[in-house]
């Protein structure tokens, strides 16, 4: 899996690659728990909902600039490949957008807008959300099975359009049992209860596709020794659920105490998951068809953006930390300060 | 005629996309800055005013923000969605452009206005200074880069084509290119001004409905003196922007002047209905020689015609006349309105002003010398920058087809091959969505204008964090 380090034209694109696969896992992460939030919303009582948007108001904004970063990349690095794979998924790609557009500016006109005009915006904010997330597990479900126009992969799509959508609600939930408290985190707990099946069954799928559509795909996993080494993803996988089963049937803890571990083992799952992918992927970017070294744009280009790169990314990394640090502790609806 | 039709429908939502991602920007970059002008002037006079207006804008600024950062995730996508041939051609130039964007610009503001709008009481004051300072900054960074990116998509240098494809061979000379100067200029400038009128008409049109709070004078003075102090500024590099262009994109420029043939002495028009079929103007009333005059400096200068644009086989080389020509009009025309109407307002305001107290800047200037018909003619003119800077980039934009890099690759190289009803739904949406969102847009400023006259500006209960946190944030408890 490591490249030649010697050879630019060999390891700047995996370099990129995992620049790029690093910014779309934060971003499914960040944003996750943010449209999951949106997803959920209509469940809540009115009163709770301005708590809700607080938990993640000063941070939406920042964790859809890591999308941005990875069409970015896609864009600068693999040009071709970007071309491809977006000019494929037309479609869901503009109802990502335009559910991207409402739920960002719902999110604003609601807070300013005259009162007979909330109700709409809320209800654009769940909309927007809710049709995102189904947008990008459409793509996921196309990409795993190679971007291929038939029936079965439209099914396929459908399903982890579901799955996809329920994840995000899972750990939109795990994200509220850290930021309320009172009436609203019970409901978490609960939404987080009702939701653990959408990131089962939505690993499974894709775990269980992903060989089956590529010969390839399945000797990288079921061949001798590989398998041995590979075996603990899957297990620990496993242990994670379980560990989140439990933990969530005794939520909240007294005195709230750990009530950010669900959030981080939902995390670590979510990134297990992806790494999985990864492996199964790489080199390819676009699945069987193009790998990361066809589509890589010139060594020149990429060396100029990752020595940028390498200056920037830290600080980023460095002041996003700061933001989620200066805004810890629990959301309350009416002190945003 | 399928690859036209797809080809027509992009161009057509690509335009679209991005005339209503530049209104928010445009407003955005400069509000920043006058936000903090306005912190900075409560700071030193610790005089409420500038706290209410600071206040009452950053609503503004929070919601322009939104609008910018969605309609901006869209653009990006366009370009693998409409425009793949884009980047596969000229990818290595574009690509780190934009890649600095993002990196440099696009994360500083998105973390910081976080802080900005929610976070005063949670950080030092000087951290919540530094924040709004890098909001600020971050827009002006991400107008920098586009604007390199387009720019040289103008003027092209610094590059070699290896079997079609761009390949960079100096970043200084790419980033330096030889219109980014003038175009960043005048874009920063637009952006001023587009802000300077807006801060003017809104608070005029609260003055007008009986808002006597203290803060809309002096927010109608900042506005009105900033917009006079501009606009002649905007005018004499929109002067030098046109000479740029004349030395590198000469089609535009005879297209900008509607003039066919090449010519000495030539009149600068005022009205002209431009004809391609016959390739000449109906109903031409112009000002002799001042064109000439205009762009060589000399009465009887000569100047290129559209008509050195076409190939020995009839080929046009040139952009479509008449809308190059109507959109540098409408510029030109809303960039005088601003002249005439700033400093006449100025004028009415020298001459009620308050002979003792000379200290005091703002007292130079009183705002119950501005007659009624001023007051009223700067409401609509709150969004002149809009409609000049739209008209400016037309102007731009269409002038520089039919290439989409000049010389390098035209726009119907880059399009993709999507089917043309598929690319007619998602255009009809985005319209849709873009009126819809535009009309809220502006209701929402007038209601605010009109709840701050009323004097409930104050946030309700159930405002979300652009109320309660604001507040805080310019009148700490001490
Ligand atoms: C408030 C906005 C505004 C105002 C009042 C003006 N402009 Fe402008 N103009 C722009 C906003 C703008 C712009 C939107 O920022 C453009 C589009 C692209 C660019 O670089 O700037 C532009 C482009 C633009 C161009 C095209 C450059 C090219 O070839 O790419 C020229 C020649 C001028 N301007 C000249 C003028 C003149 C002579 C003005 C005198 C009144 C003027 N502009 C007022
Ligand atoms: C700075 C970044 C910009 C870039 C990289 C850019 C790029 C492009 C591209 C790729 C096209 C080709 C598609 C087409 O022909 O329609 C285009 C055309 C166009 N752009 Fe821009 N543009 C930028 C800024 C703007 C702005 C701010 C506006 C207007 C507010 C604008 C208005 C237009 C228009 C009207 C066309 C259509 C021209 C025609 O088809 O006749 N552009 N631009
Ligand atoms: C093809 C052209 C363009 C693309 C692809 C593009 C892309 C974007 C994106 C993705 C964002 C959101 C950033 C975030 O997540 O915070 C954004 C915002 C922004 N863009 Fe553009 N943009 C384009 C044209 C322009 C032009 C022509 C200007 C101005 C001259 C401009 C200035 C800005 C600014 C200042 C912001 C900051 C956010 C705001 O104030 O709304 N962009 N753009």
Known sequence: MLPDFTNPADWLPWAFASLMGLSILIYVILDGFDLGVGILFPLAEPEERDRMIGSIGPFWDANETWLVLAVGLLLVAFPVAHGMILSTLYLPVFIMLVGLILRGVAFEFRAKARDQHKRLWNRLFFVGSLGTALAQGWMLGMYVMGLETTLATYAFAALTAVFLAVGYSFIGSTWLIHKTEGALQLKAVQWGKESLWGVVLGIGAVSLATPFVSARIFEKWFTFPEVLYLAPLPVLAGALVVALWVMLRRMPYAEDRRSWLPFAVASTLFALAYLGMAYSFYPYVVPERLTIYEAAAAPESLLIILIGACFVVPVILGYSVLAYVIFRGKATALRYD | ?478
């Open chain 2, 1 to 478: 005629m399928e690859a036209l039709d797809t080809l027509l429908l992009s161009r057509i939502q690509f335009a679209a996309n991005i005339s209503f991602h530049i209104l928010f920007p445009t407003i955005t970059i400069a509000l920043g800055w006058v936000l903090f002008f306005f912190r900075i002037r409560f700071a030193q006079t610790q005089d409420d005013k500038w706290m209410a207006a600071y206040r009452f804008w950053v609503k503004v600024f929070a919601l322009s923000f939104a609008m910018g950062v969605v309609s901006g995730i869209t653009m990006s996508f366009q370009f693998g969605t409409n425009w793949p041939g884009f980047m596969e051609t000229v990818g290595n130039i574009a690509g780190p452009l934009l890649a600095y964007e993002v990196l440099t610009a696009f994360f500083l503001e998105a973390v910081f206005i976080g802080i900005m709008l929610f976070g005063f009481s949670r950080v030092p004051g000087w951290l919540h200074m530094l924040a709004t300072g890098l909001v600020a900054f971050g827009t002006t960074m991400s107008a920098f880069w586009i604007i390199v990116l387009n720019s040289w998509m103008h003027t092209p240098q610094g590059f070699e084509m290896v079997d079609g494809v761009a390949f960079a061979t100096s970043w200084w000379e790419i980033v330096f290119n030889p219109s980014m100067p003038y175009r960043f200029a005048h874009m920063m400038l637009a952006s001023f001004l587009t802000v300077a009128f807006l801060v003017a008409g809104v608070s005029a049109f609260r003055w007008l409905i009986g808002d006597r709070a203290r803060e809309v004078p002096a927010m109608l003075k900042t506005g009105v003196a900033l917009g006079a102090l501009l606009i002649p500024l905007q005018i004499y590099l929109g002067d030098l922007h046109g000479l740029n262009t004349k030395e590198y994109q000469p089609a535009k420029v005879a297209a900008m002047e509607g003039l066919w043939e090449t010519d000495t002495n030539v009149p600068l028009l005022l009205f002209a209905l431009p004809d391609e079929e016959t390739r000449l103007n109906d109903l031409e009333i112009g000002i002799p020689g001042l064109a000439s005059l205009i762009l060589t400096h000399e009465w009887d200068g000569e100047l290129t015609g559209l008509n050195e644009f076409v190939t020995e086989d009839g080929e046009v080389l040139h952009p479509p006349v008449a809308p190059v020509f109507w959109s540098f009009r409408t510029m030109v025309g809303t960039g005088v309105a601003m002249l005439l109407l700033s400093w006449a307002s100025l004028w009415f305001m020298w001459r009620r002003r308050d002979r003792h107290q000379g200290r005091d800047p703002g007292q130079w200037f009183a705002v119950e010398g501005l007659p009624k018909p001023i007051l009223w003619a700067l409401v609509p003119m709150a969004f002149s920058g809009w409609v000049a800077t739209l008209a400016g980039w037309y102007t731009t934009e269409i002038g520089r087809q039919p290439w989409l890099v000049q010389g390098v690759m035209t726009t119907e190289m880059a399009v993709a091959d999507v089917p043309a009803p598929m690319v007619m739904g998602t255009l009809v949406t985005y319209l849709a969505i873009y009126a819809a969102l535009l009309l809220a847009y502006i209701s929402v400023v007038i209601y605010l204008a009109r709840k701050a006259a009323k004097g409930d500006d104050a946030p309700a209960d159930d405002m979300t964090h652009s109320g309660k946190a604001e507040v805080e944030a310019i009148s700490p408890a001490e």
